[in-house]
Antibody, heavy 120, light 107 residues
Framework: EVQLVQSGAEVKKPGESLKISCKASGYSFTTYWIGWVRQMPGKGLEWMGI????????RYSPSFQGQVTISADKSITTAYLQWSSLKASDTAMYYC??????????????WGQGTMVIVS | DIQMTQSPSSLSASVGDRVTITCRASQGISNYLAWYQQKPGKVPKLLIYTASTLQSGVPSRFSGSRSGTDFTLTISSLQPEDVATYYCQKYNSAPFTFGPGTKVDIK
């Protein structure tokens, strides 16, 4: 079964660093892009960025460029989203998601369960 | 960057009604448009990709169409389980922007 399993909820203080994870299983990790999506409380979906684990090619939304870092570790089929200095405005649910088709940009048909990050 | 707009932002309809949601791209994106459904407290679910192709397992009352840079999601007969927020998303090139969402509930 194709799955993305995300790390658990986090409660952090402003200024702290954080790295959340998305563990992939059931498919060839290096041949599909993996994206990250933010959803602030009561708000819509925001596309943050995407990484191709095969060669670590990474694209960011201009809104998130420089604010977060997306990475992946092929050896443990895990993608990451990290912050070096959290702000209260980073409080949100974060989803990882995988496109339908290998090796290309496509709609996200597989989603992680979400990781809630609270910065307070 | 290409902007995505949706209308209406919310709607209330009766069970059995035909519901139409529109998504507009500020520039051409060909057919690289997806629709997602997100029920309260749940993970988004892919409904439609390439503007009009129904994802496997999605009820046939959902359909999508395109006219230029305007895209439409139609629910032919609204059911109680369709209460959700619906988002469009472009994916022709990064950033893969989502629309602001349309909240659908039952009158």
């Amino acid at each position: 079964e194709v799955q993305l399993v995300q790390s658990g909820a986090e409660v952090k203080k402003p200024g702290e660093s954080l790295k959340i994870s998305c563990k992939a299983s059931g498919y060839s990790f290096t041949t599909y892009w993996i994206g990250w999506v933010r959803q602030m409380p009561g708000k819509g979906l925001e596309w943050m960025g995407i990484i191709y684990p095969g060669d670590s090619d990474t694209r960011y939304s201009p809104s998130f460029q420089g604010q977060v870092t997306i990475s992946a570790d092929k050896s443990i089929t895990t993608a990451y989203l990290q912050w070096s200095s959290l702000k209260a405005s980073d409080t949100a649910m974060y989803y990882c998601a995988r496109p339908r088709i290998a090796g290309t940009f496509d709609a996200f048909d597989i989603w992680g369960q979400g990781t809630m990050v609270i910065v307070s | 960057d290409i902007q995505m707009t949706q209308s209406p932002s919310s709607l209330s309809a009766s069970v059995g009604d035909r519901v139409t949601i529109t998504c507009r791209a500020s520039q051409g994106i060909s057919n690289y448009l997806a629709w997602y459904q997100q029920k309260p407290g749940k993970v988004p679910k892919l409904l439609i990709y390439t503007a009009s192709t129904l994802q496997s397992g999605v009820p046939s009352r959902f359909s999508g169409s395109r006219s230029g840079t305007d895209f439409t999601l139609t629910i032919s007969s609204l059911q109680p389980e369709d209460v959700a927020t619906y988002y469009c998303q472009k994916y022709n090139s990064a950033p893969f922007t989502f629309g602001p969402g349309t909240k659908v509930d039952i009158k």
